[in-house]
């Protein structure tokens, strides 16, 4: 009985260090991750009466857990007033705050170009846009993430002699795709 008992423990043992760890070490784990994905979003353009509405699609790029950086090109297109619409294409640093259940809130500034039309086409512009918010990116499964919200606060600078800037707001809801 000891000598089997003994055996099996000589076998365990071996057996222990002959097997290593299922997964990578966090330090030497692939650290870069690219989401793609498309969102709706309704805002304010600071100029005219009506909410602008549109699509748009962004990009997610995660170097490490502190340094990530999005991408956002934006077409509001619906609801105009006059021919007037906004488009922005931005790109800027995005800091994740803490992740909580699924959820991850974050922060983020973004500098670009916003497009303008004014109203009856009566000239057009393509102006500094720089832009300011955050929000909260739900984990659906290992490849999809749900945006369940995104607000920005975009300051454009001077873009008539003698007028102020314009302050357009709003916000966006989508979901991405993890590509990498």
Known sequence: MKRSVFSFLLILLAGATYCGAQVAPSATGRQL???????????????GPNRL??????????????????????????????NI????????????????WKATPYGKVLIGQGKMNFQYN??????????????VDIKMSNRLTLR??????????????????LYPYGGSVGIA???W
């Open 85 to 100: 619409y906004q488009d922005n294409y931005l790109i800027g640093l995005r800091e994740p705050i803490h992740t909580f």
């Open 122 to 135: 009566y000239a057009s512009g393509t102006f500094t846009d720089i832009a300011y918010g955050g929000g």
């Open 53 to 82: 509405a549109g699509v748009g699609a962004y990009v997610d790029i995660r170097f490490t857990r502190w340094v990530q950086v999005e991408a956002e090109g934006r077409w509001l297109r619906y609801n105009q007033y006059a």
């Open 148 to 165: 369940a919200f995104d607000f920005e606060y975009q300051q454009w600078p001077k873009w008539l002699p003698g007028e102020g800037g």
């Open 33 to 47: 991750r690219i989401d793609a994905g498309g969102m709706g979003s309704l805002f304010s353009p600071d100029y």
């Open 177 to 179: 795709y993890r590509v």
